[in-house]
């Protein structure tokens, strides 16, 4: 997959959490390391009230095997938002089995 590939699908993922969180900031978190070390890329989503600050990582794996239509609809599919909603503080990781969340330390 090409670098023009890899930002194409970033970008459509960015556009879709913005679409449906227009109440939250959504920043991509630029880290090369962070992000080859643990092989995913991160957005961060977090409310201006603060009661919702969550990760959210796609798996390079994830993002290798689906095109940019696939990996919006399986965001649906999986009910992402739902889980994107919650209020506190957790890492939301999207793979090619589903989506695993986890706890963050609140503080």
């Known amino acids: 997959?090409?670098?023009?590939?890899?930002?194409?699908?970033?970008?459509?993922i960015a556009t879709y959490l913005e679409s449906q969180f227009?109440?939250?900031?959504i920043e991509k978190i630029d880290?090369?390391?962070?992000?080859?070390?643990?092989?995913?890329?991160?957005?961060?989503i977090e409310d201006r009230s603060h009661e919702?600050?969550?990760?959210?990582?796609?798996?390079?794996?994830?993002l290798h095997h689906n095109t940019p239509d696939e990996v919006i609809d399986?965001?649906?599919?999986?009910?992402?938002?739902?889980v994107l909603e919650e209020p506190g503080k957790m890492e939301v990781i999207m793979t090619d089995d589903g989506i695993r969340v986890i706890p963050r330390k609140q503080g």
Request: aromatic residues 16%; hydrophobic residues 35%.
């Open 52 to 62: 919702i600050e969550h990760l959210f990582s796609l798996d390079y794996d994830y």
């Open 1 to 12: 997959m090409t670098y023009k590939d890899w930002a194409e699908k970033l970008r459509v």
């Open 31 to 44: 880290d090369p390391l962070r992000c080859q070390l643990f092989r995913k890329h991160i957005f961060r």
């Open 22 to 25: 227009p109440e939250c900031d």
């Open 74 to 82: 399986l965001f649906e599919k999986r009910n992402l938002k739902s």
